[in-house]
């Protein structure tokens, strides 16, 4: 696949970005919101006109068109509304789904991504920030729309009286830059608030992933403490947020109500000196009233605004993180006798590691420090940019960073420990990889002793398997993972700890099984072809390790010694510590 940049983006460009995406939309919402609020103001001017022209006068005729011009007025007013926040609601979705596809496929892109998010994280961004993000639209139509209405408005008082007409044109902007100075506080308090709860839901996604090996450890109290303490730290400053937002809200409304009796005070002393009439000053109450909904429009804009930013800053976050590696483009090579090789190899715990894995062995790694284990295999998934190790791990004679990530996965397949199930069947998890050979199915099912859990079930193959196998226990879990990658059937197959949750029965059937499908005489045993599988199983099961063609020891990161299970079980007293039990 060629290799994508992510773009530079931030808050700024992202919202930027999302209005131009939906242009005709925003531009036709604007309008019709722009009519509707316009019409809006043109209510007070038809009624001051009414009283004056028909109701003062007496005039039918004059009455019945007014009120006839007032049910259109009413008609263009409610339809410009429905029609203009339609659009805007349209668009608004329409960027929510693409935003989160967005950083959905961020999150999924097998060269992996340097945010230092966790997955709680990624999905509440993907989630929340994401819809909070295409808010900008709404902001935007509402505050353009509020801006037409005040300049209606105020283009109708400067017609009845030029001063008052001004104190309205200058104070309202006065008021709203003034209301604008409690917004950066409301940004802050909201981007602590979003984070803390993105943080609390990564935690409680961790604990209840993890829920079983907690209760096995009898760790679940101290996690609940975390969780709680997380909790309660997420309400205190969602609350801190909630206050300062409705602090905003009723200083927004107070100053709002305040300009209105100021407005209408002045009107009503002009009318009684004679300076404006009858309908003039009802025009005029009307519009003050009026006008407090557009700056309360604009008040709500800007604490929209403040909370969009937050969550823009977030979601660009994802969108623009590099890559975790930046794969080659080459294609998958032949195979060579030596499929899978470490030379020189140094990455966290891990120390000048040199390892061969050639056509046609099982090879056993026994790793004293987790650490190892868990370094080898991000190399072996190449999972780890060429940057953060030295030396080379290479597949049939070719560096991992040259290869492209297609040509890797053809190549090699790492099961990990912790096998991930997902809801449907039996059927569909075993046939999950795009390798999978239906064909393959029974041999596999035997192999991994899968049969037991197939026979169980009325509806064998087909049996309905809930989300991350929750209906299943860890054992069967894992033999549903070791018969999907023997189904796969990868050139190099590398598999951690495949049988630690299994009886001492099953396993020593597993581990014959494993040998027989990989490495038995159909597939070529004994015979020199290049072209024969590899399988490396990083394992301290002594009776997986008895399958092995030889066992590589690494303790203190380095390869200590290498040889058969037997021999090593009988010379080295550590070795036989660690696997024997």
Known sequence: MPVREPARLSAARLLRRTLRRHLGRLGGGIA???????????????????????????????LAASVAGLIGLFTVLTFAWRFGARLTETAIHRETHRLRVEVADRALDPRGHRTGL?????????????????????????????VAALTVSSVVLLTIDVPLGLGVLLGVPALVLALQALA???TRRTADQQAAAGTTTALATDLVNGLRALRGLGAQHNAARRYRESSQHTLAVTLRATTMGGV??????????LFLAAVAGAAGWMAVGGRISIGEFITVVGLAQFVAEPVRALG?????????????????????????????????????????????????????????????ELIGVVAHDPRDAQALLDLLRGGVPADDYRGTV??????????????LRERVLVEPHDTALFEGTLRSNLLVHAGGDADQLPAAISAACVDDIVALHPAGLDHPVTERGASLSGGQRQRIGLARALVTDPPILVLHDPSTAVDPATEQRLAVGLRAARHGPSRGAGVDRVDAPATVVVTSSPTLLTQADRVVVLDGGRVTVTGRHHDLAQNDPTYRTAVLR
Request: proline share 5%; with cysteine; charged share 15%.
């Open 118 to 146: 966790r997955s709680g994280e990624m999905l509440a961004i993907a989630a929340a920030d994401a819809e909070r993000t295409a808010l900008i639209i709404r902001a935007t139509a509402v505050a353009v729309a509020a």
């Open 32 to 62: 019709l919101l722009s009519l509707h609020q316009a019409a809006e103001a043109a209510v007070p001017l038809a009624i001051g006109l009414i009283v004056e022209q028909a109701v003062a006068t007496g005039d039918l005729t004059a």
């Open 300 to 360: 709500f804009c800007g604490q929209l605004a403040a909370a969009v930013w937050a969550s823009a800053g977030r979601v660009a976050r994802v969108l623009a993180a590099a890559p975790a590696v930046l794969p080659g483009q080459r294609p998958a090579p032949r195979p060579t006798p030596v499929r899978l090789a470490l030379t020189g190899v140094s990455y966290r715990s891990l120390s000048d590691v040199d390892l061969q894995v050639r056509a046609g």
């Open 394 to 407: 290479s597949v049939d004679a070719v560096a991992v960073s040259e290869l492209t990530i297609d040509a």
């Open 184 to 186: 950066p506080v409301v």
């Open 248 to 257: 905003y809200q009723g200083i927004t409304a107070g100053a709002s109500g």
